[in-house]
């Protein structure tokens, strides 16, 4: 901005004094303007931390406010500037269209699209593509990790599909029949439900709209593939219930075949162990709507789970993998030998407890289609299925959702044949412990903790986190950062905001709760202390601490009771559909994406 009126004021020797006035107040107006915009920006960031109740009005009105002022900036700039800058009107309005359909797309909650695709999930499509799904398509488009490519086949098809066969009043008879009136076993049951959505007609529209979708997904790999075929029911992963792994998946459908494959899904939404489990819901059409993922079907060397958090409670600083060669289908089941491995959550490198089982056996995909069970090479039996920096970087993965999503979760994952990790799945894992440590016993706990720091700069992303320090300077490599460390810096600069996911929390002794650096941190959910004074010379490289970015106290060590409260407590506010509506319009109002001048990439 100074450069402009420089410029300005150099070609023009005989500046008018009225101008130059007039030119001033609008460069003060622009700054004026510039700074409220971070400080409505900051506000509506901190009110991802689930500390503030706020409703769509609250949101609407601050986007508004938000674009006036940009308005009036860009309004300035192009006086000041002589109109060099008007093609910023047109982006203004671009970003301000798409912020409206945001706002207006969660009064909606449902698509009346049959397909969608992955690229074109958002979390407010939850109620149309199922849990799972919504979790996908976050995890591919913003996070930008590797997830299967694909569609959704939505759960207004499935509506369609359910109205278009008349199967309510079917499933009820057949209910009524073999299990009310005793006629009949499970068995009969289950294999009457699947006659029935066998002989059900797919409507002319919906499969053309999955027909189309897949020659799409071809054209797009250049290449033709077999599919998996996977369930994501709306409400399956209820606060109150877990369906995992009651729905069916089909993996390695022909193209042929995924039509067929789609009723096979839908009809497990009616098996007998899913009307046992919740006889309430069973037979409610409003409930457990059934969206089914259509995704190129991943040739996997390994694959397994993850549980972000043991959930034996033996080690609640570890997580838990699960491991064997090819498909996961006898990891998820549970029905064959597997790898385990008990990492450590502060430390990703350290792995406490490997155990490796006598892998006989593996599922690979089978051609034409559909998998087969095929036996182990003998000399890879007892060998593990898993590298250690294949661990490492399962680990890392991991901890980094977990840290975003502020929950422990269930992750189905696999290495393709190329090393690739590949997330296939991620739901919240159920935890069915509570909290060993009352917060009157944690207070006790923590007066006897020796504290390092105590309300030394101002907290701008809370949180609590643990780990060795790691002194960090905006010039070092981002990649060079340990995953698991807790940063600390001379300077929040928006060049560190690289070492976001692998960073488990950041202290800065120069910053700003309005720059850069904090929106990021925000972002992911990463704590953030800035204008700690005197963090680098307290805060010794390598010493393990713990950050409180709750109260703004850093103790000495690994505070092992203060990290079980914090994962034990419950983001409730994450599930409500103003917090997502406000992460993504945060996405579309908050990004700096020119951060670093001195990289060969970077372009004005």
Known sequence: MLGILNKLFTKKKNVDLVELKTIFDKFKQILSANNLILELVSQLEDKLSGEYIFDINYLNQTIEQISEEIYGVIVNLNYISGNKYMELIT??????????????????????????????????????????????????????????????????????????????????????????????????????????????ELPDDIRKSITKNLNSLFTKQKKKFNIAVRSSAYGEDDERLSFAGQFESILNSPPGEVCAAYKKVLASRFKYNIMIYSKEKFLDA???????????????????????????????DCLLISSAYGLGTSVVSGTASADYFKVSRLDPSHIEKRTIGNKNSKFICDEPGGIKNVSVEENVKLKSSLSDEQIIELTESALFLDQYYKRPLDIEWCFDEEGKLVVLQCRPLKMSHKSKIPLKDLKEIL?????????????????????????????????????GGIAVTK????????????AKAIIAEVGSSTGHMATVAREFGVPLIVNAADAIRILSNGTEITVDAEENIIYEGIVKELLEYETDAEDVFRELKEYKMLRQLLRKISPLILIDPNNADFTA
């Open 286 to 316: 409003a409930s457990l709507p059934m969206a089914v993922g259509i995704q190129e079907q991943i040739s996997a060397a390994t694959a397994g789970v993850i549980y972000t958090i043991d959930p034996s409670e033996d080690c609640i």
């Open 447 to 483: 007066a006897h903790k020796k504290v390092i720091m105590h309300k030394q700069g101002q907290v701008a992303q809370r949180g609590i986190a643990a780990g060795k320090v790691c002194h960090i300077d905006e010039d070092d490599d981002p990649a060079t950062f340990p995953a």
């Open 91 to 200: 982006r203004h309005v671009e970003i301000q269209t798409q912020l409206k359909e945001i706002l207006e797309s969660y009064s909606k909650n449902i698509i009346n699209d049959y397909v969608i695709n992955y690229e074109d999930i958002n979390p407010s499509l939850t109620e149309s593509v199922g849990s799972k799904n919504a979790y996908l398509g976050e995890i591919k488009n913003y996070l930008k990790m590797v997830t299967p490519e694909g569609f959704i086949v939505t759960t207004n098809a499935y509506q369609r599909f359910m109205e278009h066969n008349q199967l309510w009043p079917k499933i009820n008879n057949l209910y009524k029949k073999l299990i009310d009136e005793g006629k009949g076993s499970a068995k009969e049951y289950d294999e009457a439900i699947q006659t029935l959505f066998n002989s059900a």
């Open 491 to 502: 300077f929040s600069s928006p060049r560190l905001s690289h070492i976001i996911r692998r």
